[in-house]
């Protein structure tokens, strides 16, 4: 649970493991073990669910799927799970406040598209070239960036749902002014609604750290002032190592 003044956001796991090896995530560094099915998906919101009625006397206002494991590898039991709960047998959660994030499937985004989901879409996109995602994501060999704008925009032709980029932060590695630049050029050919910029966690098998707040500042300013939505997201679970791309069991 991310608990705020105004949300209480419940973040899934669809996935036991992941196989995507992202290189600055600890649980890439695991392997998958099987995908969830749909009613332990269902599961963890009900059971956050009641913690946060419980603590904070509330009902869950939003979920993420950001937990481990790539959704969209495991799409029939993370849709089934998502009918549950906006079902009125279920949670009635609006499917608005529910956003699915990937790292890039580009086929089934497209499928998202036909299947006229009503969540978000939320594509991890952590470089703004293929060269630099390549380094950091190896499902960009398969998926690069140009096959995921087109997915992303079949996407939105079909559904007019929301879509975020999410680009994590990495110092002297995608957080020049350049690479800024390059990120104004991809949100330009995407219907987005949003950049999320996210403050790095450090993990002990990464050789990436987070930049400096005067760089993050000065990347910030600049997408501004080329007319992005952007928005930063300080880490939340630090103290816990349940923040993200720390989630491995110890
Ligand atoms: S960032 Fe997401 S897709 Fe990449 S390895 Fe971690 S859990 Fe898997």
Redesign the pocket.
């Given at each position: 649970m991310i608990p705020t003044e105004e949300r209480k956001t419940a973040c899934v796991s669809s996935q036991i493991g992941?196989s995507?090896?992202?290189k600055f995530?600890t649980?890439?560094y695991i392997d998958k073990k099987r995908n969830l099915e749909f009613d332990e998906i269902y599961d963890e919101v009900v059971l956050i669910n009641q913690q946060s009625e419980k603590i904070y006397e509330k009902k869950l206002t939003n979920i993420v799927f950001m937990g481990?494991?790539?959704p969209l590898l495991n799409y029939k039991n993370v849709l089934k799970a998502i009918e549950r709960i906006t079902s009125p047998d279920g949670l009635a959660m609006s499917p608005r406040r529910i956003t699915v994030s990937t790292?890039g499937v580009a086929k089934m985004i497209r499928k998202l598209g036909e299947d006229r989901v009503k969540f978000k879409l939320a594509l991890?996109l952590h470089a703004a070239n293929d060269k630099k995602r390549h380094e950091i994501m190896p499902i960009n060999d398969t998926n690069n960036i140009k096959s995921l704008i087109d997915a992303l925009n079949y996407f939105y032709k079909y559904t007019k749902n929301e879509i975020t980029f999410e680009y994590i932060l990495f110092d002297n590695f995608n957080d020049s002014l350049e690479d800024a630049a390059e990120l104004v050029k991809i949100y330009r050919q995407v219907p987005a609604d949003l950049i999320n910029l996210i403050e790095y966690n450090p993990i002990e098998f990464a050789r990436f750290t987070k930049p400096s707040e005067e760089k993050t500042e000065a990347f910030m300013r600049f997408l501004e002032k080329n007319k992005v939505n952007v928005r930063l997201r300080r880490s939340r679970g630090k103290d816990i190592d349940a923040a993200c791309?720390q989630l491995a069991n110890k």
């Open positions: 992941c995507l090896s992202c995530c649980t890439g481990m494991g790539e790292a991890s791309g």
